[in-house]
């Protein structure tokens, strides 16, 4: 590689590990990485092979902090597996160009890391009927808690058959697994005859409301932004009921069937 001089003058730069701090996504990401650095000045420059291998270092950092597979982790695990990258590509019903740019630093979406997961790890299980999360009543709480301060009513109420909140808490379920790739509350849906509703319903109400929610996980920013665009898509009650039982995941099923995650998939409501 051929030798940087500082632009002030300083002569030759130095290639030097540095450690930086990036913000990113929100994110403030530390990581190491080699530059050019005037010894004198202290001023840093990369070439253009040094930038591109710093923008991959920074998209895998962020992966790293979300929890979702590196370039490199992709391409390994893919190569264990004996698949070309057009091969992992028909597994997974896409173009080989996704393949090109998630192995090349590009950030796959959280539905495309559980669906990668799926394919590349063998020892991956994923639970269809709670969504990926424990579930909590202090999450359920938490999630109807946010509902109510968005749209300005109370849903939550004892004695109540939760024919307008668990719409509410199924479409942030639905969403968030799609999205994310893990459910809010972890909570199970039945199909009965009034819409898409938590499995015990009738014995979760009292146990939900007295739920002590002062340490429970916050709601991160995704999960506040997906019941955000439900308030805005469903501010009236009734719109959200009847949204529900518009979906084809809901008509199809039999009497006290299981609604899974993976139907989330198949939702036109929303």
């Not at 996704?98 to 796959?108: F, L, P, V, Y």
């Not at 942030?172 to 790739?181: E, H, N």
Request: proline share 3%.
């Amino acid at each position: 590689m051929a030798a940087k001089k500082c632009p002030k003058g300083h002569g030759e730069m130095a290639l030097t590990k540095v450690i930086k701090t990036t913000p990113f996504k929100g994110v403030d990401l530390q990581y190491e990485t080699t530059l050019y650095v005037c010894k004198n000045c202290g001023l840093e420059a990369a070439t253009i092979e040094q930038t591109g291998e710093l923008q991959k270092t920074i998209a895998d950092e962020y992966r790293k902090h979300k929890g979702w597979l590196t370039s490199e982790e992709i391409k390994n695990l893919r190569k264990e597996k004996g698949l070309t990258q057009k091969g992992l590509a028909e597994k997974l019903k896409i173009g080989i160009a996704s393949i090109k740019r998630w192995e090349t630093g590009a950030i796959q979406t959280p539905a495309m890391d559980e669906a990668l997961r799926r394919q590349l790890q063998s020892d991956y299980t994923e639970d269809l009927y709670s969504g990926n999360r424990t579930f909590s009543t202090s999450r359920i709480k938490l999630v109807a808690n946010k509902f109510e301060e968005i749209l300005g009513k109370i849903l939550l109420k004892e004695d109540d058959k939760m024919l307008f909140l668990a719409k509410y808490i199924w479409y942030a379920d639905m969403q968030a697994f799609r999205i994310i790739g893990r459910s809010m509350t972890g909570a199970q849906y039945a199909a009965l005859p009034y819409g898409p509703q938590l499995n015990n319903y009738k014995d979760l109400v009292d146990e939900i409301i007295n739920a002590d929610i002062i340490n429970t996980k916050l709601l991160s920013p995704d999960e506040e932004k997906i019941i955000s665009q439900i308030c805005k898509h469903f501010p009236a009650e009734r719109s959200v009921y009847d949204a529900a039982h518009r979906e084809i995941v809901w008509q199809e099923k039999a009497n006290g069937a299981p609604i899974l995650y993976s139907d989330s998939f198949r939702l036109t409501e929303i």
